[in-house]
């Protein structure tokens, strides 16, 4: 069974920290995303990756940065946390058309 | 540039009631469409897919959309709501190998 793993459900972190979302895909599937969901403005692509260290920024990858140095785990890192940045963060992986959803993980910045 | 909407934010429904939510979206080619939904606490997953085979695509759990191109529209449809229906749905465009544009989703409330 296909699946996407993400290290955390639920983060509380303070402004200024520097944060990691992990993800991890069993899929073998060469491309990975993360987006950040927030109420009325749906998913919204942050970064996303087509290979090993190969990265692209998505529409709102600003406070972000992100790291994949092996296929099947993809990085979200926020080097100085804001209170902007609280919100679900979700991370999918594809095989062409149809995207495969990690959990999410709600963070909160204090 | 593509993009999404889906047309009220909420929609409330009876049980066994006919689901419908609507979805339209622009895009300079011909696009791949999708539902997908959301239960509370979980992450996305597919409910159906067009990709330019039959206009008329069945999903999981008894949902369907069509694909109208004069309209450029995608509603999905269910014709008896379920309690188990409530969640969020969220239509989709993927105009290019590796991005897709998501809508800002419909909440949908099934009242018994």
């Known amino acids: 069974d296909v699946k996407v793993t993400q290290s955390s459900r639920y983060l509380v972190k303070r402004t200024g920290e520097k944060v990691f979302l992990e993800c991890v895909q069993d899929m073998d599937h060469e491309n990975m995303f993360w987006y950040r969901q927030d109420p009325g403005l749906g998913l919204r692509l942050i970064y996303f990756?087509?290979?090993?260290?190969?990265?692209e920024k998505g529409d709102i990858p600003e406070g972000y940065s992100v790291s994949r140095e092996k296929k099947e785990r993809f990085s979200l890192i926020l080097e100085s946390a804001s209170t902007n940045q609280t919100s679900m963060y979700l991370c999918?992986?594809?095989?062409?058309?149809?995207?495969?959803f990690g959990p999410g993980t709600r963070l909160t910045v204090l | 540039a593509q993009s999404v909407t889906q047309l009220g934010s909420h929609v409330s429904v009876s049980e066994g009631a006919l689901v419908l939510l609507r979805c339209n979206y622009s895009?300079?080619?011909?696009?791949?469409l999708f539902w997908y939904v959301q239960y509370p606490n979980q992450g996305l997953q597919l409910l159906l897919k067009y990709t330019s085979a039959a206009t008329l695509v069945k999903g999981i759990n008894g949902f369907e959309a069509e694909f109208k191109k004069s309209e450029t529209s995608f509603h999905l449809t269910k014709p008896s709501a379920h309690m188990s229906d409530a969640a969020e749905y969220f239509c989709?465009?993927?105009?290019?190998?590796?991005?897709?544009?998501f809508g800002p989703g419909t909440s949908l409330s099934v009242i018994p």
């Open positions: 989709a465009v993927q105009t290019s190998y590796d991005k897709v544009i």
């Open positions: 999918a992986s594809s095989v062409f058309d149809e995207q495969f």
């Open positions: 895009s300079s080619v011909p696009p791949y």
């Open positions: 990756s087509y290979d090993v260290k190969m990265k």
